[in-house]
């Protein structure tokens, strides 16, 4: 057991694991990672199960002190993470010893990090989830984002634990970029919409609002034109729903977002892209592309083969330092998520066998037919 000790919050620090699943029913919005793939990835580096919570660091990162020897990892985010004052090798499980001090320095690339412990950030959890939802007070560390005094406990190590040097292959770190493209699955409502409307929604370049936050993200740009009107009677949201107001404009729902909503919804953001806009900055540009059910499927396929790319290095590999000095060079470049642009072009990820239920990263369950045995 191992505490971590908040001399700085940061802009936005809470705890988040990946949601509370099936409270929606109740009620209460699932919360959990933005960049639930981005979690997923941080918890396996350091030998957690992948809905262990992590810590999610927003924009400016906190000032945190360990009290104990651990293992961590920090993904996401290009947020210039220092351990006593030098650089840290990011999508790597690293040890650190106590009283070490891990800072933010700069934002680079991206909007949100995550930072795993071995063991898990060890709160209590409420309604089967550790994470927060600040507008309600409830979950996370007392409900609230991280501030200076805090202390949080974190569990025990994997058995046996986890060792420092796992890691994601450079090839396949992401770079996240101001431009970014959302593939959507069009409905539950787009026959509310024009026909030019619609070509308006998948072929005009959109800009992310500074009115963006956990429950959505805001877009501003060419107007989306209704048949007749942008309300229905209020039905269940998902992540990446997009809804689409009476100013015409998209809001995709996020992670923090309503149990029901009263506004058309044209399409669906894929779980795996919704992760991607997590990590986009106010002013990024947008694109949607529409894309059929069984290439969403494959896009998650991809993700999940993405994750199975985190391993320990081999023998005779390259084994960068876990800590580098950025001025030799050694800092980690990436050309993205080569395992989801080729599950879009139809080459399927390696399976270890039938399966009938892909998991989202928002923790959900997504019947896949392509794999139904009959």
Same mark, same amino acid.
């Given at each position: 057991?191992?505490?971590?000790?908040?001399?700085?919050?940061?802009?936005?620090?809470?705890?988040?694991?990946?949601?509370?699943?099936?409270?929606?029913?109740?009620?209460?919005?699932?919360?959990?990672?933005?960049?639930?793939?981005?979690?997923?990835?941080?918890?396996?580096?350091?030998?957690?199960?992948?809905?262990?919570?992590?810590?999610?660091?927003?924009?400016?990162?906190?000032?945190? #002190?360990? %009290?104990?020897? !651990?293992?961590? /990892? &920090?993904? =996401?985010?290009?947020?210039?993470?220092? +351990?006593? $004052?030098?650089?840290?090798?990011?999508?790597?499980?690293?040890?650190?010893?106590?009283?070490?001090?891990?800072?933010?320095?700069?934002? #680079?690339? %991206?909007?949100? !990090?995550?930072? /795993? &412990?071995? =063991?898990?950030?060890?709160?209590?959890? +409420?309604? $089967?989830?550790?994470?927060?939802?600040?507008?309600?007070?409830?979950?996370?560390?007392?409900?609230?984002?991280?501030?200076?005094?805090? #202390?949080?406990?974190?569990?025990?190590?994997?058995?046996?634990?986890?060792?420092?040097?796992?890691?994601?292959?450079?090839?396949?770190?992401?770079?996240?970029?101001?431009?970014?493209?959302?593939?959507?699955?069009?409905?539950?409502?787009?026959?509310?919409?024009?026909?030019?409307?619609?070509?308006?929604?998948?072929?005009?370049?959109?800009?992310?609002?500074?009115?963006?936050?956990?429950?959505?993200?805001?877009?501003?740009?060419?107007?989306?034109?209704?048949?007749?009107?942008?309300?229905?009677?209020?039905?269940?949201?998902?992540?990446?729903?997009?809804?689409?107001?009476?100013?015409?404009?998209?809001?995709?729902?996020?992670?923090?977002?309503?149990?029901?909503?009263?506004?058309?919804?044209?399409?669906?953001?894929?779980?795996?892209?919704?992760?991607?806009?997590?990590?986009?900055?106010?002013?990024?540009?947008?694109?949607?592309?529409?894309?059929?059910?069984?290439?969403?499927?494959?896009?998650?396929?991809?993700?999940?083969?993405?994750?199975?790319?985190?391993?320990?290095?081999?023998?005779?590999?390259?084994?960068?330092?876990?800590?580098?000095?950025?001025?030799?060079?050694?800092?980690?470049?990436?050309?993205?998520?080569?395992?989801?642009?080729?599950?879009?072009?139809?080459?399927?990820?390696?399976?270890?066998?039938?399966?009938?239920?892909?998991?989202?990263?928002?923790?959900?369950?997504?019947?896949?037919?392509?794999?139904?045995?009959?």
């Amino acid at each position: 057991m191992t505490w971590i000790d908040v001399l700085d919050g940061g802009m936005l620090t809470t705890v988040q694991d990946l949601g509370r699943v099936g409270a929606q029913k109740y009620g209460v919005p699932e919360s959990g990672a933005m960049d639930g793939l981005a979690l997923c990835a941080a918890n396996r580096l350091v030998g957690n199960a992948d809905a262990a919570a992590c810590l999610e660091m927003t924009l400016g990162g906190p000032e945190l #002190r360990f %009290g104990a020897p !651990a293992l961590i /990892a &920090v993904t =996401g985010a290009d947020l210039g993470i220092l +351990v006593n $004052g030098r650089p840290i090798a990011r999508w790597q499980a690293v040890s650190v010893a106590a009283d070490t001090v891990l800072t933010c320095s700069a934002v #680079r690339d %991206g909007m949100r !990090a995550y930072l /795993a &412990v071995s =063991g898990g950030i060890d709160v209590p959890p +409420v309604l $089967g989830s550790r994470s927060t939802f600040t507008r309600s007070a409830l979950g996370g560390f007392e409900g609230r984002a991280l501030r200076e005094g805090d #202390r949080l406990p974190a569990g025990r190590a994997s058995d046996p634990p986890q060792g420092p040097g796992r890691r994601l292959p450079r090839h396949a770190i992401p770079v996240y970029g101001h431009a970014h493209i959302l593939h959507v699955v069009m409905g539950p409502q787009d026959d509310a919409f024009t026909d030019e409307g619609i070509r308006t929604f998948l072929a005009e370049t959109y800009t992310l609002s500074t009115q963006s936050d956990r429950i959505g993200c805001r877009f501003s740009g060419p107007r989306i034109a209704h048949r007749a009107g942008a309300d229905i009677v209020s039905d269940g949201t998902t992540l990446g729903s997009v809804q689409v107001t009476g100013d015409g404009l998209p809001i995709v729902l996020m992670a923090d977002r309503g149990t029901t909503g009263g506004y058309t919804k044209i399409a669906t953001v894929t779980s795996v892209d919704a992760s991607r806009l997590a990590q986009a900055m106010p002013g990024d540009r947008i694109t949607f592309v529409r894309i059929g059910l069984d290439e969403a499927h494959a896009l998650l396929r991809g993700a999940h083969a993405w994750l199975e790319e985190i391993r320990q290095p081999g023998a005779g590999e390259e084994d960068p330092a876990a800590i580098y000095d950025e001025d030799r060079g050694a800092a980690l470049a990436a050309e993205g998520y080569l395992g989801l642009a080729s599950a879009l072009e139809g080459r399927r990820a390696p399976s270890s066998g039938p399966t009938t239920d892909l998991i989202a990263f928002d923790g959900t369950q997504v019947h896949d037919d392509d794999h139904d045995e009959r």
